[in-house]
T-cell receptor
Framework: DVKVTQSSRYLVKRTGEKVFLECVQDMDHENMFWYRQDPGLGLRLIYFSYDVKMKEKGDIPEGYSVSREKKERFSLILESASTNQTSMYLC?????????????????????FGPGTRLTVT | AQSVTQPDIHITVSEGASLELRCNYSYGATPYLFWYVQSPGQGLQLLLKYFSGDTLVQGIKGFEAEFKRSQSSFNLRKPSVHWSDAAEYFCAVGVTGGFKTIFGAGTRLFVKA
């Protein structure tokens, strides 16, 4: 059974704290993603990674950074948490045939999601 | 710019009734289209996807969706809803040439007995 796990289901942090959200997938997927989910806005892409140590900004990267040191693990970092970062954070992974950033050129790959981390910043 | 619109924020249907959730997309090329479902407290799970070929796509849990290019729509249907179908449903478009998937805002389905 394929699985994407996230380190915490619920997290409460104070303004200004550094926050780490961890995501691990066991499917040997090349691509990994971090989204935030807010009511009425759907899922918005923060960052994604198509290979180890590679990352690209999504639609809302401000205030976030990421790290991918191993293929199975993708971390989201809030350098200095703020109240407007209170949200549900979803990690996902997908398979990408071929090698490199543009090898596939297609976006038909199902994404597998973790259960989410509900982060509250007070 | 690519976008996905789900016009209904929430829908309530009676158990056993039919269901249709609407999705419209804006995309210049041939779209890759998806429907995902999110049960309470869970991540998203793929219901079905369309890439090419037959415009009527069958998915899991008895769901189907029909791609209509002329209407830029990809509506999700189920002939008879079960209480366990209560969840949030997301329509999504895969962007060719990249890795992005654009999600709609979601439609929350309530099922009444």
């Amino acid at each position: 059974d394929v699985k994407v796990t996230q380190s915490s289901r619920y997290l409460v942090k104070r303004t200004g704290e550094k926050v780490f959200l961890e995501c691990v997938q066991d499917m040997d997927h090349e691509n990994m993603f971090w989204y935030r989910q807010d009511p009425g806005l759907g899922l918005r892409l923060i960052y994604f990674s198509y290979d180890v140590k590679m990352k690209e900004k999504g639609d809302i990267p401000e205030g976030y950074s990421v790290s991918r040191e191993k293929k199975e693990r993708f971390s989201l970092i809030l350098e200095s948490a703020s109240t407007n970062q209170t949200s549900m954070y979803l990690c996902a992974s997908s398979h990408q045939p071929g090698q490199g950033r543009r090898a596939s050129g297609r976006a038909d790959h199902e994404q597998y999601f973790g259960p989410g981390t509900r982060l509250t910043v007070t | 710019a690519q976008s996905v619109t789900q016009p209904d924020i929430h829908i309530t249907v009676s158990e056993g009734a039919s269901l249709e959730l609407r999705c419209n997309y804006s995309y210049g090329a041939t779209p890759y289209l998806f429907w995902y479902v999110q049960s309470p407290g869970q991540g998203l799970q793929l219901l079905l996807k369309y890439f090419s070929g037959d415009t009527l796509v069958q998915g899991i849990k008895g769901f189907e969706a029909e791609f209509k290019r002329s209407q830029s729509s990809f509506n999700l249907r189920k002939p008879s809803v079960h209480w366990s179908d209560a969840a949030e449903y997301f329509c999504a478009v895969g962007v060719t040439g990249g890795f992005k998937t654009i999600f709609g805002a979601g439609t929350r389905l309530f099922v009444k007995a």
